[in-house]
């Protein structure tokens, strides 16, 4: 987990150091919630505008990372709410294990074509799920996923564990993971 | 870690090439006057099943035949407006994602959710309820003035028809999405319980 640190004294200054430290990550995440470049530029722009205005309240009383993926996922789970029909089209993490995954190995050996596998992955599950899944391969370990998105640490090793399950049998059989 | 070989889903992931937007101060200002901007559209939104029950209502009443149909739209008005109360009250106290940082995701995606399906009830009750009644107040009007013609009721049926069928079609559609909801929100629950 990611140490508090002493914060800096303005909201303009957290802000730019958030967007310096994290503004690859942001991106990323705004891609897991958003498949159109257009809209994603704009959920990007929300995320970082309510992040902007977070700072007002920031006290460091979690680290400038967790604080920054809590806003950045909240303003995502809005955008993802605000879209209709939404829960009809999203699967969990459990049935996403059922699900068929419909792509020939030859494909799934191009990096770009993976790249795409996983992000459209990423965008059928439900938000708390695409929360775990996108916190974990942003490299964070189970205790900050679960500080993120409230979660018991063994909850989010568990839905890791289906992760990772899910990931291994779509990337392994294209012959591209070995994990 | 086989997770960290190239052609790993997370090198894969946090590898991939996206622009950064450049957000400069003066861009983050524009940014809220375009929020804020949207807000007001969204609000004026709002209130336009209200203006639609008002009008109705208001032309029932100074139009209309008197007794329990000038009756029928004084409560669609009344209705109306009340609604407008009842429905802006608990908009404005709702956490933006910006005032949350101290709450968890799970916590987030629960109020966000059970917001959603109050607006839903509260949309139904003082929006959807009183253009109901103001535009059903509407129809016998206008089947009396046809009748009182010696015009043929077939004449306003197709009406009533389409009346009927977008009433059935919202509250089904609502209905769904409400079930949704609940489901969505008991799935959170287990997810809690759990930990």
Redesign the interface.
Known sequence: MEAITTVPASQEDLYRDAAEKYGASLERLAAAYEADPEKRRDLSQDIHFQLWRSFQRYNARCSLRTWVYRVAHHVAVSYVMRQSRVFSTLVSLEELEMLPDGVDGQLAANRRMNLQRLSALIQKLKPLDRQVIVCYLEDMDAASIAEITGLSPANVAMRIHRIKNVLAKRFHEGGSYGG | ???E?P????T???D?T????A?T?E??RQ??RE?HAKTRRELFGNTAAALIAVAISGFGILRGPGGWLRLAFVLALAWALAGQFFLHRGMWSVP??????????????RL??KR?RNLFGRVLRWSFGPVVLSIGALILVLTGFAQSRGISITAVLPFCIAFAVWIIAALVLRAR?WR??R??LE??DT??R??
């Open positions: 870690m086989a997770d070989l052609g790993s889903p997370k894969i992931w946090q991939q996206l622009e950064v937007p957000m101060m861009r983050l940014k809220a929020v933006s994602p910006a005032d949350a940082g101290l709450t968890t995701g799970l916590e987030f995606y966000e959710i959603r999405a949704e909801l489901r969505e799935e959170l997810a809690g759990a930990g």
